[in-house]
């Protein structure tokens, strides 16, 4: 049994920042690799950011240079750091975990973006 569990999300101004977080907890050797995904109201879930256990990160292109993924490998934690937010960075963001052949998600955390 994995569980993931976000936090960080909230309501911040346009060009403010947020800081999420994802712990993963339970019974595994290793995590592959940590994502954040988001869906925004109407659209479909996309991926924002990724970053595999040797530490090699993508973004997704509208968050390039903005968002900023990491990871404590000791604490199974991955972060998101997302300065100069945009109304249109608006969405649950969702943390995600391939373990072996496995996906694991968290709930879900909401972030709003205000104009």
């Known amino acids: 049994q994995v569980q993931l569990v976000e936090s960080g999300g909230g309501l911040v101004q346009a060009g403010g920042s947020l800081r999420l977080s994802c712990a993963a907890s339970?019974?595994?050797?290793?995590?592959?690799?940590m994502e954040w995904y988001r869906q925004a109201p109407g659209k479909q879930r996309e991926l924002v950011a990724r970053i595999t256990s040797a530490g090699n990160t993508n973004y997704v292109d509208s968050v390039k240079g903005r968002f900023t993924i990491s990871r404590d490998s000791a604490e199974n934690t991955v972060y998101l750091q997302m300065n100069r937010l945009k109304p249109e960075d608006t969405a649950v963001y969702y943390c995600?975990?391939?373990?072996?052949?496995?996906?694991?998600w968290g709930q879900g955390t909401q972030v709003t973006v205000s104009s």
């Open positions: 995600n975990a391939v373990i072996g052949t496995g996906n694991y």
């Open positions: 339970g019974s595994f050797f290793r995590i592959n690799r």
